[in-house]
């Protein structure tokens, strides 16, 4: 009998598991805490509820076999307690504690000899500027972090007033030539399989994936370091899932941990049209624990993300949609968000072609050919 799902959180990445989980009928319960959460119409049943409630996510937890997230910040004793009780509960509470607060984090790559930049722990804003022979760094709040929030670059000690007055770390900065992300799935069975290395550009003021190619142009020596880690550190927290490792290169040619999310990532949104298995159905193979997909690529791939246009707030429209259509090898994914804002994440397109140079220019036109905008707000209107 295939068992009821649960996964806590309804966002973009339910929506895109719901989409792999319908091609094997699989009955998925979601708990979100927004009654409007993209996921709210594919699931087998939607409760809405807050993630981070004890009693919530205990009771939703006891109306499914198996419990998955598609976001960090649930609440991991209510986990632990469903998993003490016997229930499936992947990737493991313990696995999501530690990710959860990236001191632990770093601490967790050190202590298992994963290579990752050196960094200090740090109590609050005061502790952190007693630190002005470390900079440049980059000051991480412990906790709650997501989406380029709570980062903060820390170049001179002038900058220490943008420190957060919170438990965080100061992170010394790399001086990298790539950013580079592999996803790894591992199921219950010790079975492990990495996707291709991805090489990812950073929106310079969000700090957050603007755009990303698969493969990384990257050697076959530096390809093997960053594959071997990624093998590494899922090993290591022992995770059943999927988990995504984002990596530096530095200019010596080292790969470097930077961080980590236990759950299906920006990092690989193409390979739901560029690879043999994408990494939502692998996610479903590796909590179910069956055999681990192909993760072989069709062709050169490049995804970007779909921001929401700084000055509009309101209904979402897709400007410019139908004649990105008219591209061969183009493929727009909206997340069924109906309100647009500044810079929120409303949906990715991924790019595909055999030859990379082409594949540069046909993402220099995507990026200039759409906008999602709103027609109906007033600073639109101005």
């Known amino acids: ?64 076999d198996v419990l998955t997230i598609e976001i960090e910040r649930v609440n991991v004793d209510a986990l632990e307690a469903l998993e003490r009780e016997g229930k499936r509960v992947y990737p493991q509470p313990s696995v999501i504690r530690t990710i959860q607060d990236k001191r632990l984090q770093k601490q967790f790559y050190r202590e298992h000899n994963l290579p990752t930049a050196d960094f200090i722990l740090t109590d609050d804003r005061a502790d952190a500027a007693r630190h002005g022979d470390f900079l440049p760094a980059f000051h991480k709040l412990g ?47 010790g079975e492990v399989q990495t996707f291709p290395t991805v090489e990812m550009v950073f929106h310079p003021e969000l700090n957050l994936v603007e755009y990303l190619f698969a493969p990384a142009e990257i050697t076959a020596a530096v390809d093997q370091q960053a594959q071997a880690i990624a093998r590494q550190t899922a090993d290591a927290f022992g995770i059943v899932g999927i988990l995504a490792v984002e990596m530096f290169l530095d200019k010596q040619g080292q790969v470097l941990i930077n961080e980590v999310a236990p759950r299906p990532h920006n990092s690989g949104h193409h390979t739901i049209q560029a690879n043999v298995t994408s990494q939502f159905e692998q996610h479903w ?41 008219a591209m061969p090898g183009v493929f727009p994914f909206f997340y069924g968000k109906a309100i647009t804002k500044p810079f929120r994440k409303m949906g990715h397109v991924t790019v595909m072609d055999a030859d990379m140079n082409a594949l540069r220019q046909k993402v220099d036109r995507v990026k200039t050919g759409i906008r999602v905008i709103s027609a109906t707000d007033e600073s639109a209107e101005k």
Not at 155 to 170: H, S
Not at 175 to 185: G, P, S, T
Not at 303 to 320: F, K, Q, R, S, V
């Open 1 to 64: 009998m295939t068992p009821t799902i649960g996964i806590l959180g309804g966002g973009q990445l339910g929506l895109m598991l719901l989409q792999a989980a319908i091609d094997w009928n699989l009955r998925v319960h979601v708990l979100d805490p927004d009654a409007d959460a993209p996921c709210r119409t594919l699931c087998t049943q939607f409760t809405t509820g807050s993630l981070t409630d004890y009693d919530t996510v205990y009771q939703f937890g006891q109306s499914v």
């Open 143 to 189: 906790r709650d972090g997501y989406d380029g929030r709570g980062v903060q670059r820390i170049a001179t000690t002038a900058d220490f007033d943008k420190a957060f007055d919170a438990p965080g770390l100061l992170e010394k900065a790399v001086d990298f030539e790539k950013e580079l992300a592999v996803i790894v799935a591992r199921n219950a069975r």
């Open 285 to 325: 193979r590796a909590i179910l624990n069956y055999p681990l997909g192909d993760t072989t690529f069709y062709q050169p791939a490049a995804m970007l993300n779909l921001l929401g246009e700084a000055g509009h707030t309101g209904p979402a429209e897709y400007e410019g949609l139908e004649n990105l259509l």
